[in-house]
């Protein structure tokens, strides 16, 4: 069950996520058995492994405490060292702000255009704000 402690921990969330993280290694490894190259690996790692990994981080990431991070690092670091992703992509933490940045920039640009604030030209060269109904 992925709640949240009484003391704002995240602990049991974690542990899923390393849990099901770690079935899709076994994928793989079965595929590096099998031949696939080093870029499909980092293809197929990104797209299950990473993409589970921070999925909703901006949710749950700060609530973690330091042991869970730690955790969470290892886990990533281990993806690298077993080549299922490249040397060269950021930390795990890096990852998790560029998709807060991501998420919170969308939501600071919807709000300023829903505000009004936001005007666009129209066909005929007149600046026009109301966003609902362009003439």
């Not at 949710?59 to 060292?81: H, M, N, P, Q, V």
Request: aromatic share 8%; charged share 20%; hydrophobic share 35%.
């Amino acid at each position: 069950m992925n709640t949240i402690t009484d003391d704002l921990h995240t602990t049991n969330r974690v542990d899923n996520i390393i849990r099901s993280c770690s079935q899709s290694v076994y994928a793989l490894r079965v595929l590096k058995a099998h031949g696939l190259p080093s870029a499909g690996l980092h293809s197929v790692a990104w797209a299950t492994t990473i993409a589970r990994l921070l999925y909703a981080s901006s949710a749950w990431w700060g609530l973690t405490i330091e042991s869970d991070r730690a955790r969470i690092d290892r886990f990533y670091k281990r993806l690298k060292r077993f080549d299922y992703i490249p040397d060269n992509v950021p930390s795990i933490t890096e990852l998790v702000g560029q998709g807060d940045d991501r998420l919170f920039g969308q939501l600071s640009l919807t709000h300023y255009m829903s505000s009004g604030r936001y005007s666009h030209r129209t066909t005929n060269g007149h600046m026009n704000s109301d966003l609902t109904s362009p003439s």
